[in-house]
């Protein structure tokens, strides 16, 4: 059982180029969400989706782009990466309906750190 | 915008120490999650707790929720090194987020 799958799992880019951070999960888990972590900051929520077709902003959304098409995917686009986007990134997913608010967890991946110079 | 407050930031401990960390909000919380992230992986539940004055273990760790639903605390009894990781408190909201705490390091040293 792979759970939520993240790829990949290092990225070092140059500022102004612009890639996309994978995620699946094979949980059919309709809620699915990216957060960034940096040092004494804990974890930031980017982007949220709870469900196909329907995606929406958390904290820090800037210069970052999701959709969500299937179930299965949600992917994080980064436009034109900038040095404050250095970060280690997590996906993470839980079912519908026993969505975080209800107590259900996260089962998080297992992150990619993402470096700009 | 509900801010979760974690405190100690950093703890360094000997094993066999017992310890507690906080997690305090600036209003009311709905409910409380707390996770442990060991390095190079990401964050793992231990518990959510959800009514006011509620006490759960989990075999040394012992998690309460304030009477007013304000705070949270995490106490561990005889902490081991395997007990060595990053403690998030976690904010479930009604629109579906999940916000965190900024995080307690925890270090045991052996």
């Known amino acids: 059982n792979a759970g939520v799958t993240q790829t990949p799992k290092f990225q070092v880019l140059k500022t102004g180029q612009s890639m996309t951070l994978q995620c699946a999960q094979d949980?059919?888990?309709?809620?699915m969400s990216w957060y960034r972590q940096d040092p004494g900051m804990g974890l930031r929520l980017i982007h949220y989706?709870?469900?196909?077709?329907?995606?929406d902003q958390g904290e820090v959304p800037n210069g970052y782009n999701v959709s969500r098409s299937t179930t299965e995917d949600f992917p994080l686009r980064l436009l034109s990466a900038a040095p404050s986007q250095t970060s280690v990134y997590f996906c993470?997913?839980?079912?519908?309906?026993?969505?975080?608010?209800?107590?259900?967890?996260?089962?998080f991946g297992n992150g990619t750190r993402l470096t700009v110079t | 915008t509900q801010l979760l407050e974690q405190s100690p930031q950093f703890l360094s401990i000997q094993e066999g120490e017992n310890l507690t960390v906080y997690c305090n909000s600036s209003?009311?919380?709905?409910?409380l999650q707390w996770y442990r992230q060991e390095p190079g992986e990401g964050p793992v539940l231990l518990v959510t707790?959800?009514?006011?004055?509620e006490v759960k273990k989990l075999k040394r760790l012992t998690f309460q929720f304030g009477d007013a639903r304000k705070d949270s605390s995490l106490h561990i009894t005889a902490a081991q090194p395997g007990d060595t990781g990053l403690y998030l408190c976690?904010?479930?909201?009604?629109?579906?987020?999940?916000?965190f705490g900024q995080g307690t390091t925890l270090q045991v040293k052996p």
């Open positions: 993470a997913s839980s079912p519908q309906g026993a969505a975080p608010i209800y107590g259900s967890p996260l089962h």
């Open positions: 949980m059919n888990h309709e809620y």
């Open positions: 989706s709870v469900g196909a077709g329907i995606t």
């Open positions: 209003s009311v919380f709905s409910s």
């Open positions: 707790v959800v009514t006011g004055g």
């Open positions: 976690a904010e479930p909201s009604n629109t579906g987020k999940l916000i």
